[in-house]
């Protein structure tokens, strides 16, 4: 048995990359900003979000991220329902659309790591999974501070429901 307290100096490596999922439930979305301003009304189920009523066409929410530095973004996924027909606004078409941005905290410059865009016409009642795969890793940077925002456009009535987002990476270090 083991007893003895032990001190490393360094980082300790893996021999071969592994990889890592950071699973964003919707309930950490909260509404934009401007959301009091427009009217819009949402909802929280158990396992997803949607919006009741949708009048000025467009409803943005956001959540923080806490990505591990050093690790390289590999892939984002989008869990949602087309669940039309059992809302009000069944006859319409709809669409979304999820970015994983980044604010650098040093420079004070921002951007889009990577993008999913979802138009969606029919119902099947199934929770799918719309999947990005980056052609080129995006490098996490201690330095920044990362985020989603997900935003729907022409849905109401639960047509639309959002179960989350999964953000995969690579890492080669471990961590604590």
């Excluded at 021999?15 to 999922?21: R, Y």
């Excluded at 699973?23 to 401007?34: N, T």
């Excluded at 943005?60 to 869990?79: E, I, M, Q, Y």
């Amino acid at each position: 048995m083991f007893t003895q307290d032990v001190t490393t100096q360094g980082h300790y490596k893996y021999a071969a990359p592994k990889t890592g999922k950071v699973r964003v439930h919707a309930r950490a979305f909260a509404p934009g900003s401007w959301f009091t301003s427009r009217n819009v009304d949402y909802y929280f189920d158990n396992a997803y979000l949607y919006l009741e009523d949708n009048p000025n066409g467009t409803a943005r929410f956001n959540a923080g991220v806490d990505l591990p530095a050093g690790a390289v973004v590999t892939k984002l996924s989008l869990h949602y329902m087309d669940a039309q027909g059992q809302g009000t606004n069944g006859d319409d078409d709809f669409n979304a659309h999820l970015s994983l941005r980044y604010f650098d905290q040093v420079t004070g410059s921002e951007g889009n790591v990577a993008s999913i865009s979802l138009i969606t016409t029919g119902i099947d009642g199934d929770i799918k999974t719309h999947e990005y795969t980056l052609p080129v890793g995006h490098v996490v940077n201690e330095n920044r501070a990362y985020g989603l925002r997900f935003q729907m456009t022409n849905c109401a009535g639960n047509d639309l429901r959002f179960y989350g987002v999964t953000i995969e990476y690579q890492t080669t270090t471990v961590q604590p």
